[in-house]
T-cell receptor
Framework: NAGVTQTPKFQVLKTGQSMTLQCAQD?????MSWYRQDPGMGLRLIHY???????DQGEVPNGYNVSRSTTEDFPLRLLSAAPSQTSVYFC??????????????????FGSGTRLTVV | AQTVTQSQPEMSVQEAETVTLSCTYD???????LFWYKQPPSRQMILVIR??????QNATENRFSVNFQKAAKSFSLKISDSQLGDAAMYFC????FGVGGSNYKLTFGKGTLLTVNP
């Protein structure tokens, strides 16, 4: 089924460990993004990308790296995990451009989330 | 920068009754999109309804409707005939109308946890 595939669903890390959260979409979406969700904080944007080779920072980028080598994939890297990075992470993608949002493919497709615990 | 405020951290409703969730936002833009997302315990983000700011008519999707007041920058969600399956966290979100870069990002409110009592 078409959509956003996010792996893993759960992960426990020790402080200082590194890991990569994977995100892949098969809808040919130009725009991809990573959010973190914390209780009482809603979803906050970490990084986003508007196409292969183009990334930019969101609201809470510190401690995270991203790259976009293909249209399909947008991995999120934690280089040295900290307890403050304990959160639920979501990848989301969408078409870009005003025209797309007027058609049947409007909206954002979210992955199923990754619950990350850093101890 | 745009901000989205949901002033009700928690709400409850009796099954079959109607409930309204509040959302206000701050923006200097004249055109934009507004969304309501539902997040059940499964954690999946589900689009409930969306509104284009340039449309006067309030959006409706079955039992879900919005009251969009552009001048007041208010975007409330009304759920009619509430069902047990409506119990979830609800997020209001904003997206710019423009193309390019950060215009595509969604800005979320902090959410309202809706409980439906049988």
């Amino acid at each position: 089924n078409a959509g956003v595939t996010q792996t893993p669903k759960f992960q426990v890390l020790k402080t200082g460990q590194s890991m990569t959260l994977q995100c892949a979409q098969d809808m040919n979406h130009e725009y991809m993004s990573w959010y973190r969700q914390d209780p009482g904080m809603g979803l906050r944007l970490i990084h986003y990308s508007v196409g292969a080779g183009i990334t930019d920072q969101g609201e809470v980028p510190n401690g995270y790296n991203v790259s976009r080598s293909t249209t399909e994939d947008f991995p999120l890297r934690l280089l040295s995990a900290a307890p403050s990075q304990t959160s639920v992470y979501f990848c989301a993608s969408s078409y870009s451009g005003q025209g797309e949002f007027s058609g049947p493919n409007y909206g954002y497709t979210f992955g199923s989330g990754t619950r990350l615990t850093v101890v | 920068a745009q901000t989205v405020t949901q002033s009700q951290p928690e709400m409850s409703v009796q099954e079959a009754e109607t409930v309204t969730l509040s959302c206000t936002y701050d923006t200097s833009e004249s055109d934009y999109y507004l969304f309501w997302y539902k997040q059940p315990p499964s954690r999946q983000m589900i689009l409930v309804i969306r509104q284009e700011a340039y449309k006067q008519q309030n959006a409706t999707e079955n039992r879900f409707s919005v009251n969009f007041q552009k001048a007041a920058k208010s975007f409330s969600l009304k759920i009619s005939d509430s069902q047990l399956g409506d119990a979830a966290m609800y997020f209001c979100a904003y997206r710019s109308f423009g193309v390019g870069g950060s215009n595509y990002k969604l800005t979320f409110g902090k959410g309202t946890l809706l409980t439906v009592n049988p």
